[in-house]
């Protein structure tokens, strides 16, 4: 008989896999990030559907088969379903999600990443979070992943309403840099942004943050290869809604 283990955990992630079948990527406490064959969980009758659905928390039992598992049961826990109740509120959950899963790697230790990103749930369905929240969640997980951003270096160069972003290095420099890792930022979402990364008060426009997340996610592209799309979506809603 094959062993059973039990473990709690959230769906970061869901695709289809033949007619009726998911792959779902878990975020877990015992076993890392892991993929997980759920059989049938397509159709409308099965019993675990719920289970492969992102967002979707609480105690996994799963049964290993050589190299993947496969899921038995799911005891439900919460699904932060009230996340949807607001564009910037979805976006900024289901990022969350992307954060969490393209700063991780499979079988390892997430035990701090799993709970950041459940605070975080948290804060946005229950405590009113808001888009410094997601950042503060953003910046301790890219932290947390050995990709550490700072407020380096901000020197005005030639054209005062701008600050370079260095990609590269990971934090501001003088605006006189020449390269193909600098990005250039306004005074105003650089300022925001280097005073929120020194813990001061910051004060942000839905453009600044707009353009914080977009300099973060050519950042982890840079850093990771991997795209974060629903960052991308959330930056296009507060640069355009």
Known sequence: MKEEIKT?????????????????TLLTDKLGKIAVRARGVSSPKSRLRHA???FSFGEYILVENGDFYSLKSFDYNDAFTSVSDDLVRY????????????LTEENVSV???????LRFLMTVCYDGGSLPDFLRYFTDMLSIAGYAVSAGSMKAGDDPKYFVFDLEG???????LHSAYAVKMTSSAARAFSSFLLGKDASFSRSDFSEVFSVLSQYVKLKTGR???????????????
């Open 91 to 102: 976006f900024s959950s289901a990022a969350a999600l992307e954060v969490a899963d393209k």
């Open 52 to 54: 492969a659905v992102p």
């Open 227 to 241: 795209n974060l799309r629903a960052l991308f979506e959330l930056s296009d809603l507060l640069r355009n809604g």
């Open 8 to 24: 709690d955990a959230i769906c970061l992630r869901s695709v289809e896999y033949g007619e009726s079948d998911r792959i779902i």
């Open 170 to 176: 990971g934090g501001f420099a003088s605006s006189a």
């Open 111 to 117: 035990s701090e990443e799993l709970a950041r990103l």
